[in-house]
T-cell receptor, first 114, second 113 residues
């Protein structure tokens, strides 16, 4: 009964490759996010979708392209991977209720680019 | 711009002590704050939140204090246990962006038996 799940958990690939990370939530939330956490643990939002519509798009290279086929899924595709893309990527979801903006995080995908 | 920072990158305490983790924020228009706990190899996990119209909120063994005058947030953990060892993040919801949280840099809490 995992709330927010991501696949794969680990991803090792070479520079220049294209890869995708998948995220699914079974909480019935209407908003989903992608975050990047660097080696210093700094957590920064990349994208957010609300009801399949892109609502937050931070300053992210256009090699990163999110896709939300439905409210329960948010995938992240990365083209032409670079060394600096190595990080842990977290998916999260939320639904505003009674003034709470709590986001539920997945377990993360550790991407290593060699 | 928005920024949320922490005063102490690492806090070491003895089991049973009370822990206080501090956070400074810069956006006076932020109306919501939240604390997360991240254990090694896991995603951040919600601890407690507080709206800007409150100055204190208590949970189970945790208390969050909000001082809007000096733009300061703190998380107090009572009777700290080894299982509390983790990285703790504060985050704020600013006045721009839909449900956008801006995270601080994190504080590592180390609890020794």
């Amino acid at each position: 009964d995992t709330a927010v799940s991501q696949t794969p958990k680990y991803l090792v690939t070479q520079m220049g490759n294209d890869k995708s990370i998948k995220c699914e939530q079974n909480l019935g939330h209407d908003t989903m996010y992608w975050y990047k956490q660097d080696s210093k643990k700094f957590l920064k939002i990349m994208f957010s979708y609300n009801n399949k519509e892109l609502i937050i798009n931070e300053t992210v290279p256009n090699r990163f392209s999110p896709k939300s086929p439905d409210k329960a899924h948010l995938n992240l595709h990365i083209n032409s991977l670079e060394l600096g893309d190595s990080a842990v990527y977290f998916c999260a979801s939320s639904r505003v209720s009674a003034g709470s903006y709590e986001q539920y995080f997945g377990p993360g995908t550790r991407l290593t680019v060699t | 711009g928005e920024s949320v920072g922490l005063h102490l990158p690492t806090l070491s305490v003895q089991e049973g002590d009370n822990s206080i983790i501090n956070c400074a924020y810069s956006n006076s228009a932020s109306d919501y704050f939240i604390w997360y706990k991240q254990e090694s190899g896991k995603g951040p996990q919600f601890i407690i939140d507080i709206r800007s119209n409150m100055d204190k909120r208590q949970g189970q063994r945790v208390t969050v204090l909000l001082n809007k005058t000096v733009k300061h947030l703190s998380l107090q953990i009572a009777a700290t246990q080894p299982g509390d060892s983790a990285v703790y993040f504060c985050a704020e919801k600013g006045d721009t962006g839909f449900q956008k949280l801006v995270f601080g840099t994190g504080t590592r809490l180390l609890v020794s038996p």
